[in-house]
């Protein structure tokens, strides 16, 4: 059973750019929740979603960034016009139905670096 | 909103000591969970612990929950246990992280 996947591993882009990222959960997991990990700080949690639904968005900054997990695919975390104080660690984690456990599994994260 | 308190802050271990990491949390929480966050990065999970004691090898951990803190034990520490200790409370829909506690294990 393969665990929470993410890509890119690392991104690159330069200022005012789009950053694109992608979190596909673990088999069986409905539950997707992303955190951002800024330099020498613990992780801030940014929105959970349900499959086309997102739950709470309340860490998500109010310009420039969205997210969504289609029926189909992944979930995708999008950044616009990207600046230099977006350079973080970005973790995606899945978490089974609740009738089962509520424990997150996390992803190896995408480190976006922003030039 | 909740406050997570890790303590302490960082610690150095000499290879084959045995420590105490602490998680204190301000309000009621549904469950805790521990992690170790690896050099390259990574977040392993070590224990879903919302009360009691578990043990896993050389780790073990003890959540009360009626006086709002956990304990994580690591005995007989290796260099492959450096990195950062996260202690996270679930509050509302999702994880209230600590600030972690930095581990070097010297060999």
């Known amino acids: 059973n393969a665990g929470v996947m993410q890509n890119p591993r690392h991104l690159v882009r330069r200022r005012g750019q789009e950053a694109r990222l992608r979190c596909s959960p673990m088999?069986?997991?409905?539950?997707v929740y992303w955190y951002r990990q800024l330099p020498e700080e613990g992780l801030k949690f940014m929105v959970y979603?349900?499959?086309?639904?997102?739950?709470?968005e309340s860490g998500m900054p109010k310009e420039r960034f969205s997210a969504e997990f289609p029926k189909e695919g992944p979930s995708i975390l999008r950044i616009q016009q990207v600046v230099r104080g977006d350079s973080a660690a970005y973790f995606c984690?899945?978490?089974?139905?609740?009738?089962?456990?509520?424990?997150?599994?996390f992803g190896p994260g995408t480190r976006l670096t922003v030039l | 909103g909740i406050q997570v308190e890790q303590s302490p802050p960082d610690l150095i271990l000499q290879e084959g000591a045995n420590s105490t990491l602490r998680c204190n949390f301000s309000?009621?929480?549904?469950?805790l969970q521990w992690f170790h966050q690896n050099p390259w990065g990574q977040l392993i999970n070590l224990f879903y612990?919302?009360?009691g004691t578990k043990q896993n090898g050389r780790l073990s951990a003890t959540t009360v929950a009626t006086e709002r803190y956990s304990l994580l034990y690591i005995s007989s520490s290796q260099t492959t246990d450096s990195g950062v200790y996260f202690c996270?409370?679930?509050?509302?829909?999702?994880?209230?992280f600590g600030a972690g506690t930095i581990l070097r294990v010297k060999s």
């Open positions: 088999k069986g997991h409905s539950h």
């Open positions: 984690a899945s978490s089974p139905p609740w009738t089962e456990s509520d424990e997150q599994f």
């Open positions: 309000d009621s929480v549904n469950n």
């Open positions: 979603l349900q499959k086309e639904n997102i739950i709470d």
């Open positions: 612990i919302p009360s």
């Open positions: 996270a409370v679930e509050y509302g829909n999702k994880l209230v």
